[in-house]
């Protein structure tokens, strides 16, 4: 019974998760900003229709990996509920450091380890990472710890996206709030 309820569920996921996978590789690869930004926009489609499915399906992947953590089929159900966030990081953690060693060191043990890892440099309270982009408006190169010690709000969008376009009104009152 357990096994037929795992099998129904990697044939909705599986092929999700791999395309999903093929997409993120693509969009790396990319150089192309239009390309690249209808790679994302399909990307974010399909983790948003195997979130849909995930619910019902993350105690029964976490019942597996628990059940069995000498099985390299568990980085397979583990992997999508680490990198989607599916789960709260520390279940995360704690579901991987269950695993076997050698199951650690498959694919998806080794894409897990740096999916957590990324996640942990991310909690909220951390500090982000820095970056750097260009200010197209001043002409030049801006680093986020340039604005060490100072409010800073960043507003991540794309212009395809008309609800990220839509947000743009609750900026203004925050920009007046915090501009001192």
Not at 31 to 40: E, H, P, V
Not at 60 to 66: E, L, N, R, S, V
Request: contains cysteine; glycine residues 4%.
């Amino acid at each position: 019974m357990f096994f037929a309820k795992i099998d129904s569920l990697a044939s909705v996921l599986q092929p999700l998760t791999e395309e999903i996978m093929l997409l993120e590789d693509s969009i790396s690869k990319s150089a192309n900003t239009t390309l690249k930004g209808n790679l994302i926009a399909k990307r974010d489609t399909l983790i948003a229709e195997r979130s849909r499915k995930q619910p019902r399906s993350s105690s029964i992947q976490m019942d597996f990996i628990k059940q069995y953590p000498t099985s390299f089929y568990a980085t397979n159900l583990l992997y999508p509920l680490v990198s989607c966030e599916v789960i709260p990081l520390d279940t995360a953690i704690a579901l991987y450091d269950m695993l076997d060693k050698n199951v650690k060191q498959g694919y998806f043990g080794k894409k897990i380890e740096k999916d957590i890892s990324l996640l942990k440099k991310n909690r909220p309270g951390s500090p982000a990472p820095d970056f750097e982009a260009n200010d197209i408006l001043h002409q030049r190169l801006i680093r986020l710890s340039d604005f060490k010690g100072k409010v800073v709000l960043m507003d991540f969008w794309a212009p395809w996206c008309g609800q990220c376009r839509r947000g743009f009104k609750y900026l203004k009152p925050l920009q007046e709030k915090y501009s001192s």
